[in-house]
């Protein structure tokens, strides 16, 4: 499904066509980034009609500001109580690169490869980096998975993905876009 254009308008189709193929193809595990918690508590409500392993995955504590998250902790507490994994860790992509980026003004081996895959969407890099996240934290297994992102705010990408962990990134797979903003 191609969608006119990117941003969080997009959110409840994506998820509801992220959860109807998880349904239709028999699988198990979806992965959603969520920054304020507001797209992860939107998926809560599929779970009712398909149960699936939901792993919501926020920004890491101070990604914007020191010490602090942007994550609602009412937000992962309903998650949660609703079947939903909510991880907070360090971003693959972003990491010891940010602080390297950000004290030298240079470039970092996590930064090319994250414009890379921006080159085929903001969505499709937060995509990989979740599951890469997720399988790190052994929070779903080594299988095909369903990863939802955006841009910005929301959700507008949604890919069937083979995840592997961090230190294999490069056998991570995208098998399919289920859903895609167009990029013009």
Same mark, same amino acid.
């Given at each position: 499904?191609?969608?006119?254009? &990117?941003? +969080?308008? #997009?959110? =409840?189709?994506?998820?509801?066509?992220?959860?109807?193929?998880?349904?239709?193809?028999?699988?198990?595990?979806?992965?959603?980034?969520?920054?304020?918690?507001?797209?992860?508590?939107?998926?809560?409500?599929?779970?009712?009609?398909?149960?699936? #392993?939901?792993?919501?995955?926020?920004? #890491?504590? /101070?990604? !914007?500001? +020191?010490?602090?998250?942007?994550?609602? =902790?009412? *937000? +992962?507490?309903?998650?949660?109580?609703?079947?939903?994994?909510?991880? $907070?860790? $360090?971003?693959?992509?972003?990491?010891?690169?940010?602080? *390297?980026?950000?004290? $030298?003004?240079?470039?970092?081996?996590?930064?090319? *490869?994250?414009?890379?895959?921006?080159?085929?969407?903001?969505?499709? !890099?937060?995509?990989?980096? %979740?599951?890469?996240? &997720?399988?790190? &934290? /052994?929070?779903?297994?080594? =299988?095909?998975?369903?990863?939802?992102?955006?841009?910005?705010?929301? &959700?507008?990408?949604? %890919?069937? %993905?083979?995840?592997?962990?961090? #230190?294999?990134?490069?056998? %991570?797979?995208?098998?399919?876009?289920?859903?895609?903003?167009?990029?013009?």
């Amino acid at each position: 499904m191609y969608l006119e254009k &990117a941003g +969080k308008e #997009n959110t =409840d189709i994506t998820l509801k066509e992220a959860f109807y193929q998880a349904k239709k193809r028999r699988i198990s595990n979806i992965v959603i980034a969520s920054t304020s918690g507001d797209t992860g508590f939107k998926a809560v409500k599929y779970l009712k009609d398909f149960k699936v #392993n939901l792993v919501v995955v926020t920004h #890491n504590t /101070g990604f !914007k500001e +020191k010490g602090k998250q942007e994550f609602k =902790d009412e *937000i +992962k507490d309903k998650i949660e109580k609703s079947g939903g994994k909510v991880y $907070t860790g $360090t971003m693959v992509l972003r990491g010891l690169g940010a602080a *390297i980026r950000s004290k $030298t003004g240079g470039y970092s081996h996590e930064q090319l *490869i994250a414009d890379t895959l921006r080159m085929f969407g903001q969505g499709t !890099k937060v995509c990989v980096e %979740i599951v890469a996240m &997720a399988q790190d &934290a /052994g929070l779903i297994p080594q =299988d095909k998975v369903i990863a939802v992102a955006g841009t910005k705010k929301g &959700a507008d990408t949604a %890919i069937l %993905i083979q995840p592997d962990s961090s #230190n294999r990134f490069f056998d %991570i797979k995208i098998l399919e876009y289920l859903v895609k903003p167009r990029l013009f």
